[in-house]
């Protein structure tokens, strides 16, 4: 920019000099619009500095992560083993075992529902990930990644740029997943509070 205006300066310079002395009133009005010049493209270039030097902070909607997770393949397996578990414990017929591993299922359903209709943490599920996030960090220009829901405040010094969608994708859902995930976009999360065990 600065190069831009010297260029231009210098050709006003130029067309000074062939003006005769006599038209003082268009060499000022030359001199004028070369200041004014100045000023715009230094007060541009003051502008664009202070935009690079916000923080950057990436937000995503847990909602979408547990969800994401909760139709992966890895989660799946889970509860496959889950399953081999207690089908195991029943054909020993070691109630103690049965009744823990229910207890655990239903725990993790509750969860589950904490965080995919609510604003229940997803800390676990995120860890899985953890060795992508500096790509995704890298490639939206961030230099935190954190829940929306647990983002309180934020000054003007901030920017906030949204990396649901590319956390969503580090877990491969398919299309279906993809279109409830669209959809949970309209909606707000419900309160906590509300959550029961039987929610669908």
């Known amino acids: 920019m600065l190069v831009k205006f010297f260029s231009i300066n210098t050709a006003a310079t130029d067309v000074i000099k062939r003006v005769p002395m006599k038209t003082k009133i268009f060499r000022r009005l030359v001199g004028y619009v070369s200041a004014v010049a ?3 493209l230094t007060g541009a270039t003051a502008l664009a ?3 690079t030097n916000k923080l950057r902070i990436g937000v995503y909607d847990s909602r979408a992560i547990a969800i994401a997770y909760g139709n ?3 989660f ?3 509860i496959k083993s889950s399953r081999a578990d207690y089908n195991k414990a029943k054909e020993e017929k070691n109630d103690k075992r049965m009744k823990e591993i229910d207890a655990q299922m239903k725990l993790q359903q509750r969860r589950l529902h904490e965080q995919g209709f609510s604003t229940g943490s997803v800390a676990g599920f995120m860890a899985k990930i953890k060795d992508s996030l500096p790509g995704v960090a890298k490639k939206a220009g961030v230099q935190v990644i954190v829940s ?3 983002l309180n405040y934020q000054s003007p010094d901030v920017e906030v740029v949204e990396v649901t969608d590319e956390l ?3 877990f491969h859902p398919g299309e279906k997943v ?6 949970l976009k309209n909606h707000p999360p419900l309160p906590i509070e509300e959550i029961t065990d039987d929610m669908d």
Do not use: H, I, M, T
């Open 38 to 40: 100045l000023c715009v």
């Open 49 to 51: 500095q202070s935009q």
């Open 72 to 74: 992966s393949a890895e």
């Open 76 to 78: 799946q397996q889970s």
């Open 148 to 150: 929306k829901w647990e």
């Open 168 to 170: 969503v994708a580090l």
């Open 178 to 183: 993809l279109g409830w995930l669209k959809d």
